[in-house]
């Protein structure tokens, strides 16, 4: 569903939501600055059909699509294919805001 694998936890005020459950209307959190969230409002829902790419990262890796926008430690918004070695915003333990280095974007042929 969307730019995320189902049942991905997206980040809301208070919690953790399955994407499958965000509506248009909900309010959720992004990154913003290099050690904040900021609140915004989902203003559309659709389905996505692309291939779900791979970003190996220094901490995880993270299931996605080509099209998604990742916020980076330079405040700029980049889609996955443009993410190679730079900082995206990553919420640790629930807690804190931390910036992780992209270090591979694979294709995984798999479509969700």
Do not use: N
Request: with cysteine; aromatic share 6%; charged share 30%.
């Amino acid at each position: 569903m969307g730019c995320f694998p189902k049942d991905s936890q997206i980040t809301i005020p208070g919690g953790k939501k399955a994407i499958q459950d965000i509506r248009v209307g909900d309010q959720i959190l992004r990154p913003e600055g290099s050690k904040e969230f900021a609140e915004t409002t989902v203003r559309d829902i659709f389905e996505s059909e692309e291939d779900l790419i791979r970003l190996v990262t220094t901490h995880s890796d993270i299931l996605t699509t080509a099209d998604q926008l990742f916020r980076c430690h330079d405040g700029k918004d980049r889609k996955t294919h443009d993410l190679m070695a730079q900082l995206v915003g990553y919420l640790l333990d629930d807690k804190e805001l931390v910036y992780i280095r992209v270090m591979a974007i694979i294709s995984t042929g798999i479509r969700e």
